[in-house]
């Protein structure tokens, strides 16, 4: 059983507010792409890796991950970014989807989303549970309580049965789901979780970044 993963980093990374794609910065020396790439294969459980890159960006992206199979131009927005990384693994069996933001992800969740689709779950994804009370703004600054049973919050890596996926991405069209589970719900599909980890969360914010670094250095 062959998986790739594909990474999407063709974003800008504007609310990092680092003046190039989020992608290249560095988290105490090394890349973030850098790190998500060498963070799969460095699983054992990943074949090969596809980095989607800003197209004006391919060669310096192509630089920071020696490792990685192929750097390929990203599209308008993540789904599009995803789609063209879907198109080079055609040999595939098992397609991992990763943010190069979380790239502190640990090698377990890697491991454990792999093995669940190996077992034969189509659509898997890494969830932590929701610390903070969580409320929904309504109108006019006024805010509801959401009741906090049950609720996750999804990571990535997340793992899929390559023609579910590319079903799921076939039948997008206009459809915009913030990730790839999403899109596999909207065909009917069913998603299971696994544990995700603290440190697989995503850097956006300057803060994220900082935090980033202090955890690689008390690692
Ligand atoms: O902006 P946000 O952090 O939610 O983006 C999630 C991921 O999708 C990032 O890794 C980003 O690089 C990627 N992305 C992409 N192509 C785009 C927009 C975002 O690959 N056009």
Do not use: N
Request: glycine share 10%; proline share 6%; hydrophobic share 50%.
């Amino acid at each position: 059983m062959e998986v790739a993963a594909v990474v999407p980093a063709a974003g800008s990374g504007e609310r990092l507010g680092a003046g190039r794609p989020k992608a290249l910065v560095e988290v105490a020396g090394v890349a973030m792409v850098t790190r998500a790439v060498d963070g799969l294969l460095g699983s054992g459980v990943v074949d090969e890796v596809i980095v989607v890159a800003p197209p004006e960006h391919l060669e310096e992206m192509a630089k920071a991950v020696p490792t990685a199979g192929r750097v390929v131009p990203g599209g308008h927005d993540r789904v599009a970014s995803v789609a063209l990384g879907l198109a080079e693994v055609p040999g595939a069996d098992v397609v991992l989807v990763h943010d190069a933001a979380r790239c502190l992800c640990p090698a377990g969740v890697v491991s454990a989303v792999v093995a669940a689709v190996r077992a034969g779950h189509a659509a898997v994804v890494p969830a932590i549970p929701v610390a903070d009370t969580v409320r929904r703004a309504v109108d006019g600054g006024r805010v509801e309580l959401v009741d906090r049973t049950g609720l996750l919050a999804v990571q990535t890596p997340q793992g899929f049965d390559v023609d579910v996926l590319r079903r799921a991405h076939a039948a997008a069209g206009d459809h915009r789901a913030t990730d790839d589970a999403g899109l596999v719900e909207a065909i009917g599909g069913e998603v299971v979780t696994v544990p995700g980890d603290p440190r697989a969360f995503k850097i956006t914010t300057p803060l994220d970044l900082a935090m980033a670094e202090a955890l690689v250095r008390a690692l």
